[in-house]
């Protein structure tokens, strides 16, 4: 099972919006709606973000949003803010009760 | 609150067992799955498989069948991963994860133990 494709890295400005996608294939991300999302700062565990795609769960900041289209599911953070600054894994269901991690991508608030 | 509470830090020598746990409270143990998650050094997440808490059937990803083993004690809600003939490249940290049955979300997860193989 190959990892979910990411991107190393992204940046932006405070207030700006940043979108990270996650490739998979039709096998894994374009076979189910059950791509989560994963936030971690340094030295900390991840925290989950979005699930089922586009789901948040309570507490989490409506700033964050999950799409999906196709092989490709999205992560979209909107007025972007100092303490977004972490990495970022996404994660889809693979069948056979698999699941499969993206490779992480760092998010830079310029 | 849910939570979940890792042993601490391990330093084994090459070829030596490591036997972390995972305590959960706030929630009935038994009504969700619990995952277990690898991360190398700078490295990214890595799923490891997961346990159902009812049955205690374990169910492990390529590449963590032969010497991982995941176990439970329901008895005192927790959960266990046994390492065998440790090697340096199982230096990471490992993390539990509470989960649902379709595995559609991980929450929350444990602080993490660090396990690091030297001699």
């Known amino acids: 099972q190959s990892a979910l494709t990411q991107p190393a890295s992204v940046s932006g400005s405070p207030g700006q919006s940043i979108t990270i996608s996650c490739t998979g294939t039709?096998?894994?991300?374009?076979?189910?709606?059950?791509v989560s999302w994963y936030q971690q700062h340094p030295g900390k565990a991840p925290k989950l973000m979005i699930y089922e795609v586009s789901k948040r769960p309570s507490g989490v900041s409506n700033r964050f949003s999950g799409s999906k289209s196709g092989n490709t599911a999205s992560l979209t953070i909107s007025g972007l803010q100092a303490e977004d600054e972490a990495d970022y894994y996404c994660c889809s269901y693979a069948g056979s009760s698999n699941v499969v991690f993206g490779g992480g991508t760092k998010l830079t608030v310029l | 609150q849910v939570q979940l509470v890792q042993s601490g830090s391990e330093l084994k020598k090459p070829g030596a067992s490591v036997k972390v746990s995972c305590k959960a409270s706030?929630?009935?143990?038994?009504?969700?799955?619990m995952n277990w998650v690898r991360q190398a050094p700078g490295q990214g997440l890595e799923w490891m498989g997961w346990i159902n808490t009812n049955t205690g059937n374990p169910t492990y990803a390529q590449g963590f069948t032969g010497r991982f083993v995941f176990s439970l004690d329901t008895s005192v809600s927790t959960a266990y991963l046994q390492i065998s003939s440790l090697k340096a490249e199982d230096t990471a940290v490992y993390y539990c994860?509470?989960?649902?049955?379709?595995?559609?979300?991980?929450?929350?997860w444990g602080q993490g133990t660090l396990v690091t193989v030297s001699s």
């Open positions: 994860a509470r989960g649902d049955q379709i595995r559609s979300w991980f929450d929350p």
């Open positions: 706030g929630y009935t143990f038994t009504s969700y799955a």
């Open positions: 039709s096998s894994d991300v374009g076979s189910y709606n059950l």
